[in-house]
């Protein structure tokens, strides 16, 4: 968001996946705990959405807060090992979401 924009985290309880499309879907429980992420930011265009998991790619190549892309990948690799649920949103100019969906096991 470079410095400006709106950060914005909730945490809410959940008896079934929202209607959302899942990049993983969780494993099958009776309730799920939902944490989002959204922000005001620019948004990530439509050409890179299906690359923002992968190792190492990152779009920060310049100056102190140059990325290293491991962050969401991380994620990911924490969200498929945990069976954890995990969707993203964005439109160019409208912000980006994300979700984490946590199955909640007896």
Known sequence: MQGQGKLK????????????????????AQRFIELSVVD??????????????????TTKHSGAKAGTGLGLSLVYSIAKQDGLGLAVESEPGKGASFIILMPVRD
Do not use: C, N
């Open 9 to 28: 985290l909730s945490v809410h309880l959940r008896t079934q996946p929202p209607e959302k499309v899942f990049v993983l879907r969780p494993d099958a």
């Open 40 to 57: 005001s930011g620019p948004g990530i265009p439509a050409e890179i959405r299906d690359r923002l998991f992968e190792p190492f790619f």
